[in-house]
C-alpha cells in the first residue's frame, strides 16, 4: 500500500457529525425546500432574492462557532500529512471544514459557501457575509451581478479535468458520506474500479444507492468510522 495514491471522496455525510444539515436524509435540507426554486440558474433568475435569501442562511449557519470540524475530517488531514503517496480529497460539500481540519489536497467540484462569483467579470471573492442583489462587485464595482459560487443543478462541476487526473492515478478510493445520487460525481466508483487494481471503499451511514460498486463497505457514523479507517491504513503502511 506505501506507495498508493489515494482519492477520498466526500458528501454531506461527513458533515453531518459537524451539525451540517445533509440533503436527503428524512430531516434534510430537500425535505425542506424545493431544488428547484432554489439551486438552479432558472431560479436565482426568476427570484434571486430568494436563492440568495437560502444560501445567507446555510453560510450563516456555517460560520456559527458552533460548528467546526469533526473527527472525520481530521483524521483525512492526517492522513494527507502522513500517507507516503498523494492523497486527494474531492468534495461534493460547499463548506470549509476540510479546510478547518487542515486538508491541503482539496477539490471542491460543487463550489464553495464562502466565495462569491460576479456574473459581469468572473472575479471570484471570499464572502463571509451576506449577498444580495444590491451587492458590489469589489473588482468590477458593478452591483447586481454576485452570486454565491456554488454548482447548481443543470450547470458543469468544477475542475472535472483535474478530477479524473486524480481517479486515473490512484489505488485506493474511498468514498465518504455520500447517497451516491448525483452525478457525475455518483459515477467515479465506476469509473476507478475499471481498473481491477483499484481498492473501492464505502464509508457511510447506510448502504448508498451505489453500494454494490464497492469491494468494502463499513456503516456508521463517519466520526468514528473514518478515523478507524485511517488509523488501519497507516498501521498498514
Ligand atoms: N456519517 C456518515 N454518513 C452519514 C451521516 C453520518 N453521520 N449522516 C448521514 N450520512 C449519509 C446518509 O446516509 C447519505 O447516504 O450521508 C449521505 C448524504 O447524502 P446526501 O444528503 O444526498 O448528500 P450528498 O451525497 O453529499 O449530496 C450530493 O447533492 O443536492 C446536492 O449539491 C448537493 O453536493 C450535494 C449533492
Known sequence: MRDNKIVVLTGAGISACSGVSTFRDADGIWSRVSIDDVATPEAFARDPARVHGFYNDRRR???????????????????????????????????????????????????????????????????????????????????????????????????????Y??????????????????YPAAGFVDAVAARPQVRTVELNLQPSEGASLFAETRYGPASQIVPEFVAELLSER
Do not use: Y
Not at 98 to 108: F, V
Not at 165 to 182: E, N, W
Open 61 to 163: 449557519a456555517l460560520l456559527d462557532p458552533q460548528i467546526q470540524a469533526n473527527s472525520a475530517h481530521k483524521a483525512l488531514a492526517v492522513l494527507e500529512k502522513t500517507w507516503p503517496a498523494e492523497v486527494w480529497i474531492v468534495t461534493q460539500n460547499v463548506d470549509d471544514l476540510h479546510e478547518r481540519a487542515g486538508s491541503e489536497n482539496l477539490i471542491h467540484m460543487h463550489g464553495e459557501l464562502i466565495k462569491a462569483r460576479c456574473d459581469a467579470c468572473s472575479g471570484i471573492h471570499r464572502w463571509r457575509t451576506d449577498l444580495s442583489v444590491d451587492s458590489r462587485c469589489p473588482v468590477c464595482n458593478r452591483i447586481g451581478n454576485l452570486r454565491p459560487d456554488v454548482v447548481w443543478f443543470g450547470e458543469q462541476p468544477q475542475a472535472m479535468e483535474m478530477i
Open 165 to 182: 487526473q486524480a481517479l486515473k492515478d490512484c489505488q485506493l478510493f474511498i468514498s465518504i458520506g455520500t447517497s451516491g445520487t448525483v
